[in-house]
């Protein structure tokens, strides 16, 4: 039995004149991120995109598994295709659903007829299905108001498919439609999730991260590229930029006040982010910030922070508790890496007092006692680029 996946469009549908590169877009995103399953073949109509195997061997499951993680999907589902001889869509139907009609106690059909030469009407169509699933499984029952599952028969030009419920998809805009940022990422619990949430707004993402060797470990760097990876099965492709930043946390060691530590070296890395950005077609930086939840992310911190780059810093997490982030990055399979315990760069180096209320004139000041320019120059060129997904 040949089986195809039919996925329907999520916000895209209100995008007005927009929605056909939406459309396209996600698409393209689509095929890429199934390009080693097998050759596929895709077709557009209303707002469905039907994803069609070509070769025997294709990996569906795989497939699937892989659409419910592409964003701009509002919900897709696998079916069975049949040719237009009405016995065939009768048999196709019984066998399709045998081995999972145990799970349902009641169902209903539909039928959508875009053949409008097919010799049954939709209304025979789910009358004569609906008699054939109640002869073959005995235990079912109708209910066309609450049906644990909804048969779906829809007679197109060429063929038939036979579907079951739809599953629910990724949502959000297809990546790559609302332009590209740069995550700040580091091997936390945090970051993973803010980049998750804006590729899910439509955002392609480069990633950032900061390593200070000998401070932090391979181990604490293949955590970070282990973490972007798994963020890429939602967000596509992404480019790691690793900067070596042991110099720098060196010489804020050595140069600045002990309570401004944290907070020069979130602005530098700012800084420092924005030039890589800027250098690979990103017009935004992200942060896995959330206010008040350490001292660098106070009102007053991220004031101070904030100024040091000049493109917008969205940080999507801000407004949330940790609970809520913790229970996306389960959702997302990051969070058993994310805890592993490998030192970040941040923690190497974390004053015993940190001031949680910095004033930015004062934090210049500390800032400008040493001149970064030649180290940040040095610590961009000599960047190493990862590309994951
Ligand atoms: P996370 O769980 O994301 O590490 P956190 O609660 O530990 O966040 P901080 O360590 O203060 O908070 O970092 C705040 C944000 O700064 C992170 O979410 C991330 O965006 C960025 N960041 C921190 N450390 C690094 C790093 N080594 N490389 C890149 N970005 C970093
Ligand atoms: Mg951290």
Redesign the pocket.
Known sequence: MKEIILIKNGELALKGLNRSAFEDKMIKNIRRRLSDLGKVTFFKSQSTITVYPESEDFDLDEAVERVGKIFGIAGYSRAAVATKDFEEIKRVCIEYFSASIFRYKTFKVEAKRSDKKFPLKSPEICREIGAVMLENFSHLKVDVHHPDLVVTVEVRDKEAYIRGNQLKGAGGMPVGTSGKGA?????????PV?AYMMARRGLELRA???AAPPYTSELAESKVKMLTEKVSAYAGRIELYIVPFTKIQETIRDACPEEYFTIIM?RL?MEIAERIALKHGAKALV???SLG??A??TLYALACTDTAANMPVLRPLIGMDKNDIVEIARKIDTFET?ILPYE???TVFTPKHPNTRPHLDEVLKAQGAVDWGSMIEEAIENTKLEVIG
């Open positions: 995550i700040l990422m580091s091997g936390g619990i945090d970051s803010a950032v991260h900061f979130r890395m942060t896995g910030e939840q350490v660098s992310q994310s970040d760069c941040c």
